[in-house]
Every structure is written in C-alpha cells, then in structure tokens.
C-alpha cells in the first residue's frame, strides 16, 4: 500500500509547454513537500506547503486538503527542469514522513 | 555554502562487512534523517533524530544503527553489509522536526557484493 502516489511516472513535453505532475496521498498529512532530483542525484526541496497555493519563478504548487491531492505546476517548460519530481507527505499522526516514487520529466528543446 | 555533507560518495563492500556512512550539516539543523533509494521505490526513512540525543527507528530500521554524535553530525553504521542493502543513501536536515523544508546531501551509492 502506497501512502503517495504519484502521476504520470514519466513525462516528455516539448520546451515552452505547460506542465501539470499530479500527486495523492492516503494519510492524513501536516504538511506536504514537493522536491526535486537533478539527473545527478541531488535532491531539492522546491515546496512545502499546507493549504492554497505557493508560486516560486515558473513553478506553482496547489494543494486540495478535502481531496487529499497536490499539483506541481510548470510553466513554459525549459530543458534545464528534466528532472524527476517526488511528493512527499509528513504524516500529523506521528514521525513518519512517506515518499512517492517520483514523476521522471524530460523537457526536448 | 556546504548545507548537508555526505561521506563517501561511492562504496563497495562485500557481504559481511562493516562500514559508517557519515553526514555532516552546517546549518544548526535540530532534526537529521537518513533514508535509501531504490528503483521503483520511493525514498524510504531509515532513522531519524529529531534532535541532538535522540534518535528512533523509521520505516526500514533493520540492519542499521545510527548515532547523533552531536547537534553537526548523524552517522549512519551497517554492521554486517548484506547485497540487500545495495542502495542509495540520503542524509538530510531539517530546522525542526517533519514540518519544515529538508535539505538533502549529495547521496552515497553504496553496493554490496
């Protein structure tokens, strides 16, 4: 069982598109996390967020409590965002922090 | 700006062996975690110390032991390596517990042969 799962696992858009990776979740949550990880293997946190909406540069984070759902949000894709985005969750019932497994996106210029 | 400092970058042990994977993080951080990577899993929490002095168990525990060794560092010790254990290993921080942006380092890619 899966406490995060993300969609699609994998995407490629064309430079300039606008692209939506999507992001559900089981438990109940105090927090959810929007991290990013360079083909590298870097990991960067992008978004921690609650409730509404946060907005960083071209990246937009959306969260729905009532439907247990997140979405990441870029605009005019670039090929520097390819990278694989995780979701993850700290659960408000405990220490326990879940991960999904990630959504690979290639941006062709 | 070293954020979270992760030592070694690349290891290959043999089944049986022992070895300490060590973090380091700059940032007067309360809260340390450690976590694996591995294909088609999501990151998986190994332990974690929620501040200088403590540390508990998280999803995956078995075969790890840890130490918060002071606010800076939090190691992380196989004590006999099985192939299982084949993985990548984060270290992260955090200002407080959970609920606050983790900062990750650069991983170490650890196989077991």
């Known amino acids: 069982k899966n406490e995060v799962e993300q969609s699609p696992q994998n995407l490629t858009a064309q430079e300039g598109e606008f692209i939506t990776i999507n992001c559900s979740y089981s438990?109940?949550?105090?927090?959810l996390h929007w991290l990013q990880q360079h083909p590298g293997g870097g990991i960067v946190s992008l978004f921690m967020l609650s409730s509404g909406k946060k907005k960083h540069g071209r990246l937009i984070a959306t969260i729905n409590i009532q439907e247990k759902h997140s979405s990441l949000h870029i605009t005019a894709s670039h090929p520097r965002d390819s990278a694989v985005y995780i979701c993850a969750v700290s659960s408000n019932t405990g220490n326990q922090f879940y991960f999904g497994t990630g959504t690979s996106l290639t941006v062709i210029p | 700006n070293a954020g979270v400092t992760q030592t070694p970058k690349f290891q290959v042990l043999k089944t049986g062996q022992s070895m300490t994977l060590q973090c380091a993080q700059d940032m007067n951080h309360n809260s340390m975690y450690w976590y694996r990577q591995d294909p088609g899993m999501g990151l998986r929490l190994i332990y974690y110390?929620?501040?200088?002095?403590?540390?508990d168990k998280g999803e995956v525990p078995n075969g790890y032991n840890v130490s918060r060794l002071n606010k800076r560092e939090f190691s992380l010790r196989l004590e006999s390596a099985a192939p299982s254990q084949t993985s990548v290993y984060f270290c992260?921080?955090?200002?407080?517990?959970?609920?606050?942006?983790?900062?990750f380092g650069d991983g170490t890619r650890l196989s077991i042969l």
């Open positions: 110390s929620a501040s200088e002095g403590t540390t």
């Open positions: 438990v109940g949550i105090s927090a």
């Open positions: 992260a921080s955090s200002a407080r517990q959970l609920n606050q942006p983790q900062h």
